[in-house]
């Protein structure tokens, strides 16, 4: 996730070129616990389980149909009703919004999020995993308000800001330790690979194959020797020459 309704920022974690807007962790498909044979009846699950489950199936239909290109435009799509301007034009139906439900636990949970988004009271879905989150945050079935979409938008946003700061405090010790940042490029690419595909969507095309080749070459900054493999001066020389493929973001084979 990317964005905070805090507007946290932390200028360290901006060394992997993360996208400006979030998220994080497992595939949409498998936020919910698996169904066992005798577990496949939804009215034995509660309430936001269920929906988590429909939401899941959605996100995985939504993902298949759509190009990395395509998701990543339905990504803004979405955090738009939730965030910054598009949210903020329409604030007053927000807040006034009411799910179309009878169940008391579902209308006091949303009650908490309108409360929760205008400053006051606990975010209902603090703690949850950042899968479920992100089921809840690119939901577009009306399963969720747009308050209770961006409460979880918002304890998002506030794990992965306390990812990156960890990360980069990891980066600064490594860096120190051994003169490298192969660990730390390696611990951004396991959290890349973590998140959900409309997330990885966000973030450019070439993300991964750039932290790879990063951690392949394994460069030392303090002795600026190469301990891995590959060269420097080749990616020197392809910013030098300015090479295409250094730059070109609509694919995503290797940039370096």
Excluded: C
């Amino acid at each position: 996730m990317v964005g905070s309704i805090n507007s946290n920022s932390l200028s360290g974690a901006q060394l992997v070129s993360a996208p400006s807007v979030p998220g994080d962790s497992v595939k949409a498909g498998s936020a919910a616990a698996p169904a066992s044979a005798g577990q496949k009846d939804t009215s034995l699950l509660s309430p936001l389980s269920r929906q988590l489950s429909e939401s899941a199936a959605s996100a995985a239909a939504r993902d298949a149909s759509l190009s990395r290109k395509e998701l990543g435009a339905k990504a803004t799509e979405l955090l738009s009703q939730i965030s910054g301007d598009g949210y903020f034009a329409n604030k007053a139906a927000n807040d006034a919004e009411v799910p179309a439900t009878d169940d008391p636990d579902l209308l006091a949970r949303a009650r908490n999020a309108t409360q929760f988004v205008n400053g006051s009271g606990r975010n209902p879905f603090a703690g949850m995993s950042q899968d479920q989150l992100s089921l809840i945050i690119y939901d577009d079935s009306g399963n969720f308000t747009a308050n209770e979409r961006r409460a979880a938008w918002s304890e998002s946003s506030d794990q992965e800001y306390a990812w990156r700061q960890k990360a980069v405090a990891g980066a600064m010790a490594e860096y120190n330790d051994t003169g490298k940042l192969s660990k730390f490029f390696t611990s951004a690419l396991d959290h890349y690979k973590d998140l959900p595909a409309i997330e990885q969507a966000q973030y450019p095309n070439s993300y991964e194959a750039k932290l790879q080749a990063w951690i392949a070459l394994d460069f030392n900054y303090k002795t600026h020797t190469v301990e891995g493999q590959g060269s420097p001066q080749e990616i020197l020389d392809k910013v030098l020459a300015l090479d295409s493929g250094t730059f070109d973001e609509s694919r995503s084979g290797p940039a370096v």
